[in-house]
């Protein structure tokens, strides 16, 4: 019974020291203000989607709002079969916008990724130095490539990730999504500062062209379905890590939404986390272990407490300290991307571990769907 209780205590206890490791790193990035120097910087955004008719319009309407010049940058957007309008919305969008320099794709499926594939087949009619991608679903800021601009003429870089919120509803399963995307936000912003980059988002991730073909694009894991980006991060951190930057900007904030059921939520978190075991930095394989077994320890000893073989108050202190730290690292990325707006998160935290372990351990034999397709 004492391994039963000392195991879990010892892995809250990792738990806590790699989550204050970010928290530290979290502050280690500095936050940078938008300059408005002179447009430079050329940029071709890419844009995969499958069936997104009704999302594409806002998406299409924020590029052209952005206060960036129309000659520096051109629109790239991949059709990935979509089933519905998408394709006659992005028609129409172009006859009424013939000023911007827009390409219409259709995907050619050559791997186990289909995003992968559509990102593949827009670079080689890229023109512009950088490449920079969004999703359909998505608004970005007028500032986004402008920021971005400001950033690549200060630093020596050659990628750049970005941040990413949801602009949800006043429910609670939107609630939730928001909670866990701050906690994976602030955790990719600590894993920046603490020079172990190895998580970011593909709907807000910049990079030159030339660092693409340098790292044979997604070469070597195309048959994961998911993880355009988080792989092309890793192999550049391994490949140049000092050229690989986050830009910590409050106006380079893209905002996209939240998924509209549980099921939804829990296939798409099970896609995210069957990209772990295939992770290319030891510091993110770790901290993924680090994050299971910790969650399972809640469990373990929440169930020790109902079997009344674990007196409440452990469990009540195991959770306090957990919650705690949490919400420190959840403050950080909420100051940041939602600049300080209230939140609640005790009710996310909760139900939290039961989520995360069962996304977990479904992630490792189960399939799941995604834009209408079984995938592994």
């Not at 970010?22 to 120097?37: A, D, R």
């Not at 701050?182 to 030159?208: D, E, H, P, R, V």
């Not at 189960?366 to 995938?375: D, M, V």
């Amino acid at each position: 019974m004492e391994a039963i209780i000392i195991l879990p205590a010892v892995y809250l206890l990792l738990y806590a020291v790699y989550i204050g490791r970010l928290i530290y790193g979290f502050w280690q990035v500095k936050k940078v203000t938008h300059e408005g120097l002179k447009p430079k910087t050329t940029f071709s955004i890419v844009v995969p989607f499958r069936n997104e008719a009704d999302n594409l319009p806002l998406l299409l309407e924020s590029i052209k709002n952005l206060n960036y010049p129309k000659e520096l940058f051109e629109m790239i957007l991949v059709d990935d079969f979509s089933e519905d309008q998408s394709q006659s919305v992005v028609y129409k969008w172009r006859m009424e916008n013939g000023t911007f320099h827009t390409t219409l794709l259709e995907n050619v499926r050559i791997s186990n990724s289909p995003k992968k594939d559509a990102i593949s087949r827009a670079v080689p009619i890229v023109v512009n130095d950088w490449i920079i991608t969004t999703d359909a679903d998505c608004i970005v800021p007028e500032t986004w490539l402008s920021t971005y601009n400001d950033y690549i003429q200060n630093h020596e870089t050659e990628m750049i990730a970005g941040g990413v919120l949801y602009q949800g509803k006043a429910r609670f399963l939107d609630h939730f999504q928001q909670m866990d995307l701050l906690s994976l936000q602030g955790a990719t912003i600590g894993s920046f500062g603490l020079g172990s980059a190895f998580m970011c988002n593909g709907a807000n991730f910049a990079y030159t062209k030339k660092l693409y073909l340098e790292l044979n694009g997604f070469a070597g894991n195309n048959k994961i379905a998911s993880g355009d980006d988080v792989f092309l991060l890793q192999k550049a951190v391994a490949h140049q890590p000092k050229k690989v930057h986050y830009l910590k900007s409050g106006n380079a904030i893209v905002t996209t939404k939240p998924v509209e059921t549980w099921k939804q939520l829990f296939y798409q978190r099970v896609r995210w986390a069957s990209k772990a075991a295939d992770y290319e930095s030891e510091f993110g394989e770790v901290l993924a272990w680090v994050v299971f077994f910790g969650n399972v320890s809640v469990l373990v000893l929440g169930a020790l407490a109902v079997l009344k073989l674990l007196p409440l108050y452990y469990l009540c202190f195991a959770f306090a300290g957990k919650f705690v730290i949490d919400s420190i690292l959840m403050i950080q990325a909420n100051v940041f991307l939602r600049k300080g707006k209230l939140f609640f998160p005790l009710f996310s935290g909760l139900l939290y571990p039961f989520f995360s372990v069962a996304v977990a351990l479904y992630s490792f034999y189960g399939k799941y769907e995604w834009k209408g397709r079984k995938l592994k």
